[in-house]
């Protein structure tokens, strides 16, 4: 399976297992266009596809300097666990989409 094959949660999975990946890299565009994310492990990756997670809120708060913008809050943010899509960067990442 392609990056760009995977669909749904279990199309995820699978990816992961066949390329044995121990580490995946989720994450969220800011307003400046920036991937702001963190590395999971693949068991917390699984659960997060089941669950969600959350990132703190104030990855929306920076700027591209990673400037704080005055009104930026410190609190959890969900990010749903829609299906992942492949990002064109180095290292081939799997991000949120």
Same mark, same amino acid.
């Given at each position: 399976? !392609?990056?760009? #094959?995977?669909?749904?949660?279990?199309?995820?999975?699978?990816?992961?297992?066949?390329?044995?990946?121990?580490?995946?890299?989720?994450?969220?565009?800011?307003?400046?266009?920036?991937?702001?994310?963190?590395?999971?492990?693949?068991d917390k990756?699984f659960?997060a596809?089941?669950?969600?997670?959350?990132?703190?809120?104030?990855?929306?708060?920076?700027?591209?300097?990673?400037?704080l913008?005055?009104?930026? !809050?410190?609190?959890?943010?969900?990010?749903?666990?829609? =299906?992942?899509? #492949?990002?064109?960067? =180095?290292?081939?990442?799997?991000?949120?989409?």
């Amino acid at each position: 399976m !392609q990056p760009r #094959q995977v669909n749904t949660i279990e199309d995820a999975r699978q990816i992961l297992k066949d390329r044995d990946l121990s580490h995946v890299k989720v994450g969220v565009i800011d307003l400046d266009g920036i991937v702001r994310g963190k590395y999971m492990s693949r068991d917390k990756f699984f659960s997060a596809l089941e669950s969600g997670f959350n990132l703190c809120e104030v990855i929306f708060g920076w700027d591209s300097s990673d400037q704080l913008y005055p009104n930026a !809050q410190f609190i959890p943010t969900p990010i749903d666990q829609n =299906p992942c899509a #492949q990002s064109r960067r =180095p290292m081939d990442m799997m991000v949120q989409g």
